[in-house]
C-alpha cells in the first residue's frame, strides 16, 4: 500500500517553478480565479471558497495537531469539498489513530506527509479505501490533501499532506480537503527527509470540539543521577 508513490514527478515539477512568496503569508480567500469560477458557475455556488479563519467557530470541523516540536497547529475541515475524507480524517483522530505518529516525508518546499501508524509510508488503517472526492479548489500554502496510490485514483485511506507553498499540479489530482488557519510556522518547522533522521510526531491529534487540551513533549530523562555534589561545585 505504497501511498503518494508517484508524486516524485509532481514534486520535481512544483520545485521547478517554486513561488516566491514570503514564508508568512496566509490568504484568506483561495485565488482570484476560483472566485471568478463562482461568479459564472452555477455548480460551485454552493462550495464555500473563503476558509473560515475564526478558531471560535465550528469547532466540530477543526482539526488539532500537538506536535513533538511544542507547537499546535489548527487546520479548518471543509465539509464541502469532501464529505468522505473529512469524515474520515474525524473518526480516524477520535479513535486516535493519529497519536504518535510521525511526518514520514517532508520534502523542502513541498509537502508534509504523516498518517501512517507504521512510518513507512506503506501503511494506512483497517477502514476502506475512498473514493476520491477531487474538486475545483486549489492547492495553496497550508492545504491539507490525502495521499493516495499513484496509479488509483480511489486509493485514499488515512494519510494525509500539508503543502508548503501553491502547488497546483496536486489540482484535480488529490483530494483538497482543508487548510491551516493557524500556526503554519510549527509546519514549516517540521523535520525534513524522506524519511527524516529525527522525525516530527504528532503527540495528539484532536477535534477543537472536544476541548482536549495541548498534548505537549515530555523532557528527556537524564543521562545521568545528578547529586548534591555535583550542584555544590
Do not use: C
Not at 108 to 137: C, R, V
Not at 205 to 232: F, H, R
Amino acid at each position: 500500500m505504497i501511498r503518494f508513490s508517484h508524486l516524485a514527478g509532481l514534486a520535481a515539477l512544483s520545485l521547478a517553478a517554486l513561488s516566491a512568496a514570503p514564508a508568512a503569508a496566509q490568504d484568506i480567500t483561495l485565488s482570484p480565479a476560483v472566485q471568478g469560477t463562482e461568479a459564472t458557475n452555477t455548480v460551485t455556488g454552493n462550495i464555500p471558497i473563503k476558509v473560515n479563519f475564526n478558531l471560535t467557530e465550528d469547532l466540530e470541523n477543526i482539526l488539532l495537531l500537538d506536535l513533538s516540536n511544542g507547537e499546535r497547529v489548527a487546520i479548518r475541515l471543509v465539509p464541502e469539498w469532501a464529505p468522505g475524507h473529512v469524515e474520515r480524517i474525524k473518526l480516524l483522530t477520535r479513535q486516535g489513530f493519529y497519536d504518535g505518529v510521525i511526518f514520514h516525508r517532508v520534502i523542502d518546499g513541498f509537502m508534509a506527509q504523516t498518517g501512517d501508524p507504521t512510518g513507512t509510508g506503506q501503511g494506512g488503517s483497517d477502514l476502506p479505501d475512498l473514493t476520491a472526492e477531487f474538486n475545483m479548489l486549489p492547492h495553496v500554502r497550508g492545504s491539507l490533501s490525502m495521499a493516495r496510490e499513484g496509479g488509483n485514483e480511489d486509493s485514499a485511506n488515512s494519510q494525509f499532506f500539508i503543502v508548503f507553498y501553491p502547488r497546483f499540479a496536486l489540482d484535480r489530482n488529490y483530494t483538497n480537503f482543508g487548510r491551516v488557519i493557524s500556526n503554519m510556522a510549527a509546519v514549516d518547522a517540521i523535520n525534513r527527509g524522506e524519511p527524516p533522521a529525527n522525525p516530527t510526531v504528532i503527540l495528539q491529534a484532536s477535534i477543537a470540539a472536544d476541548g482536549k487540551p495541548q498534548a505537549m513533549p515530555v523532557a528527556p530523562a537524564p543521562t545521568e543521577t545528578i547529586t548534591l555534589d555535583m550542584l555544590n561545585q
